[in-house]
Structures are given as C-alpha cells and as structure tokens.
C-alpha cells in the first residue's frame, strides 16, 4: 500500500549535534510537510512544501531547516539540537490533484535531546 | 496570526453515552475543518471533515457541525465504545484554495470507559 515513512523512528542526541529527520512517500502526493508535537500544543507546522521548488516556512521553523531531495522525500534538519525540541515529529502529504485538502500523516519520529 | 482553540482538553464518558468537542477558529476565509484521531502511539487519521458550505455532515455515529457566523465547528460522537478512545485533534485551513495549509487545535483526550 502506498504509504508515508519516516527515519529514524526515534533518535536519542546530545545538546548542539545536528540531527537529520527523513521522509519518504509512496503516494505520489506533492505536497509535503513537518509538524512537532507536543503535549497539550497539539500539532504545530515547521515547514512545507507544494513542490520540489518550493519551500515555506511555518509557525515554529526557527532553529530548524528543510530540503526537499525529490518529490517523494522531504528532511528535517536540526542543525544544532537543544533540550526544547525534544518531541514528536510528523511528516505529512497532500495531494493537490484530490484538493490538497487531507493531509496523510507518516508514523512519527520520537527525538529526544539531552 | 491565526488560531484554533479547542475544548474540552480532556473528556470522560461511559461507553453508550455522547462526546461533543468544540472548536473555535479566527480566520474568517477558513473553509475546510478537518477531525483527526490519534489513538495511543499512532499516528493522526482523518475521521471526517467539513466543508464551508455545508452546515453538518455525518457518518455513521460521528457527525461535524460548523457555524460561519460564530466561527466554530464541533464533533459529536454518539453511542461511545471503548475503540473511540484516543486523542482527537480539530484543524481549520488557511491560506488560497490550492495552497492551503492547516491550523491544528491543541487536541482532547477522549476516554470512553466500558
């Protein structure tokens, strides 16, 4: 079944290493995005993508960067972790050809900074 | 900017009885309110959405009302079962149709005991 992944299904890092978060779809979807969630926050949106050429800043991306490698992958990267991003994080497509309305979430990547 | 707030945080019900959470949401061009449910260590999936131009939708014991005037939908669950519970997330679009993103509430944790 087509699907979304993600890597590293958890990930424990030390305060200021740089932590790479990836994602993969299956769908065919184009458009792509990363939220964090946190307890009592709900889902809050990092970045997204309506395309390869196309990236957008979210509510949350400071201390946070992306890259969309293809249509089918799109990365978070950390480049240098601290304690309060310690949380859950979702990757999730669309599919602009079916309204790019529903969002399709991944399985979620736990990272815990120390 | 824009926001979703979301009510109850936490919801207790006996299994048969009704669960009604609600949203309110700030942007007066939102046109797409979407439910997700998020069951323990899953990962959030679509249950039913609502569109603007329609006051209520319904699927089986869940429905979705939405009032465009008060700026606020709800999610009604009827006839509760153990499976219903998990944590359920209300989100409301922004953006121009085609490049629409979403807006998350801070979500309720539904607990349906038998």
């Known amino acids: 079944d087509a699907d979304v992944t993600q890597t590293p299904r958890n990930r424990i890092t030390k305060t200021g290493k740089r932590i790479m978060l990836e994602c993969s779809q299956t769908k065919g979807h184009d458009r792509m995005y990363w939220y964090r969630q946190d307890p009592g926050l709900g889902l809050r949106l990092i970045y997204y993508s309506f395309d390869v050429k196309d990236i957008n800043k979210g509510e949350i991306s400071d201390g946070y960067s992306v890259s969309r490698q293809a249509q089918a992958k799109f990365s978070l990267s950390l480049e240098s972790a601290i304690p309060n991003q310690t949380a859950l994080y979702f990757c999730a497509t669309s599919d602009l050809r079916a309204g790019g309305r529903e969002q399709f979430f991944g399985p979620g990547t736990r990272l815990t900074v120390l | 900017g824009e926001n979703v707030e979301q009510h109850p945080s936490t919801l207790s019900v006996q299994e048969g009885d009704s669960a009604v959470i609600k949203c309110t949401y700030s942007d007066s061009a939102s046109n797409y309110f979407p439910w997700y449910k998020q069951e323990l260590g899953k990962r959030p999936q679509l249950i039913i959405d609502?569109?603007?131009?329609?006051g209520e939708k319904k699927d089986q014991r869940i429905a979705v009302t939405l009032n465009k005037t008060a700026k606020h939908f709800s999610l009604h669950i009827t006839e509760t079962q153990p499976e219903d519970s998990a944590v359920y997330f209300c989100?409301?679009?922004?953006?121009?149709?085609?490049?629409?993103?979403?807006?998350f509430g801070t979500g309720t944790r539904l607990l349906v005991s038998p």
């Open positions: 989100a409301a679009s922004i953006g121009n149709t085609g490049f629409q993103k979403l807006v």
């Open positions: 609502i569109r603007s131009n329609v």
